[in-house]
């Protein structure tokens, strides 16, 4: 079992920054892919970033390539999400995620253990 705490979310005005943190605990997870997902009220959810635990690859949704910035300290267990440039589009609850496998997925339904969510609000 894998246990997932994000933590960071808060208001901000558009333009400014914040960092989500992801904690992660329980199994050996050296062969897992951590992701960043958000929900907007009345949407799906959707990917917005992953990465692989060991290392090498990184995705990110086009609509927030350039501005968010995914990271990972594997002495902490610990995922980033810096994100930048932020935009009263970027509001919705980020989830952070955790995938068995080494396959990076873009799909929710392709991870297999999810935190409770962060809220982030971005005012214009």
């Known amino acids: 079992q894998v246990q997932l705490v994000e933590s960071g979310g808060g208001l901000v005005q558009a333009g400014g920054s914040l960092r989500l943190s992801c904690a992660v605990s329980?199994?050996?997870?050296?062969?897992?892919?951590m992701g960043w997902f958000r929900q907007a009220p009345g949407k799906e959810r959707e990917f917005v970033s992953a990465i692989r635990w060991s290392g090498g690859r990184i995705d990110y949704a086009d609509s927030v390539k350039d501005r968010f910035t995914i990271s990972r300290d594997n002495a902490k267990n610990m995922i980033y999400l810096q994100m930048n440039s932020l935009k009263p589009e970027d509001t919705a609850v980020y989830y952070c995620a955790a995938r068995i496998g080494i396959a990076i997925m873009t799909t929710k339904d392709k991870y297999d253990y999810w935190g409770r969510g962060t809220q982030v609000t971005v005012s214009s």
């Open positions: 329980g199994r050996a997870f050296e062969s897992y892919v």
